[in-house]
């Protein structure tokens, strides 16, 4: 017999079903779902209950997830867009959203790039799994133009977002005016900056915040002196090396990066160059990552409260998937600056 005999004489696995699960079980098909669904609690005894789990490991039970949004219209999932999942910042973020979903909602992460901004197009062919909802981290305009619709979606860190979109957003503006504030107390007349070079809302106001705010204490900020690279520390120590030859000539002490990733490149290239931190150069970062306090030196940074944005943005999606409206449409989290030996001398290089 040929391999195509024998491909065409194999059965397809069986798929086992509740009711065959109950027959072996000797219990009813609502006894299984009770327990294979989590919610046998005092509605199954402990017997019946060991008697269907035993049932469903010998058969290969699992409940059909996909059956079952076909049949209701909608699944159990929430989705979470977001980029790179391994920055600390965002596993903050899915513990504060796995808070509040417990055990009604299965959470599927969609990852995108470091720092790039989610596609739509990406985004929509997951739809056809039939969310319950959709968290997305810092959504495009053009994003929310083409997923507009009835699935409940609650956008986090989206500054100048449409008002009537539900939103939890950082205030970002706060936090880059307290390092401008920091860098005046320490007495640095002329800085630079360097941002992130994926353009979404939240680094636009990081930056324009700290601009306005350097005006405001007198800090020189050149144009020259703004410069930006991707959120990877690679790029951020290479941008950083080819432009710290120009920001010295122009006597620049002080440095703020978008994000403490970057702030991590500087701290790598100023090794390289020998260049003292923060005698020669203080410098800080954004989102307060948890390496931020054990780096060589410690990273200055602003704190996110990334844990409560996933918390208060998966209570507003619950509130949708209920059909309620949310008590605030969209809220507005404080941040605050850490200081640490970036910045201090006491803690340098």
């Not at 269907?52 to 159990?76: C, H, M, N, P």
């Not at 307060?288 to 507003?316: F, M, N």
Request: proline content about 5%; glycine content about 10%; aromatic content about 4%.
């Amino acid at each position: 017999m040929n391999i195509g005999e024998k491909s065409a004489g194999k059965q397809p696995p069986r798929r086992v079903t509740a009711a065959m699960v109950a027959e072996h079980a000797g219990v009813s098909t609502a006894t299984v779902s009770l327990v294979a669904n989590g919610k046998s609690a005092g509605r199954v005894s402990k017997h019946n209950e060991e008697r269907v789990r035993e049932a469903i490991r010998e058969l290969g039970y699992f409940v059909d997830g996909i059956g079952s949004s076909l049949a209701k219209g909608v699944s159990s999932l929430v989705i979470l867009v977001a980029p790179d999942i391994s920055n600390p910042f965002f596993a903050k973020v899915i513990a504060g959203v796995r808070s509040v979903l417990g055990n009604d909602y299965q959470l599927l992460l969609s990852v995108t790039d470091a720092g790039i901004s989610p596609s739509a197009t990406e985004t929509r062919r997951l739809l056809g799994l039939r969310p319950a909802g959709l968290l997305v981290h810092a959504p495009t305009k053009v994003f929310l133009e083409d997923l507009a619709g009835p699935l409940p979606l609650v956008a986090l860190d989206a500054p100048g977002i449409d008002p009537s979109i539900p939103a939890v957003n950082m205030d970002v503006a706060q936090g880059a005016e307290a390092v401008v504030a920091h860098f005046a107390s320490l007495g640095h007349t002329k800085a630079a900056y360097l941002d992130g070079s994926t353009g979404t809302d939240t680094l636009m106001v990081r930056r324009e915040a700290f601009l306005d705010a350097a005006t405001h204490y007198g800090i020189e900020v050149l144009p020259g002196n703004v410069a930006s690279s991707m959120i990877d520390v690679g790029a951020a120590s290479d941008e950083f090396s080819r432009n710290w030859p120009m920001w010295e000539s122009c006597g620049v002490t002080a440095l703020a990066c978008a994000t403490d990733t970057q702030a991590f490149g500087v701290l790598h290239a100023a090794r390289h160059l020998g260049i003292r931190i923060p005698h020669r150069l203080a410098v800080t970062g954004f989102d307060d990552l948890p390496y931020s306090a054990t780096s060589s030196p410690s990273i200055t940074s602003v704190q996110l409260h990334a844990t409560e944005v996933g918390r208060q943005a998966a209570l507003k999606l619950r509130e949708l998937i209920d059909g309620q409206a949310p008590q605030s449409l969209q809220s507005m989290l404080p941040s605050s600056l850490v200081v640490r030996g970036s910045t201090t001398a006491d803690g340098g290089l």
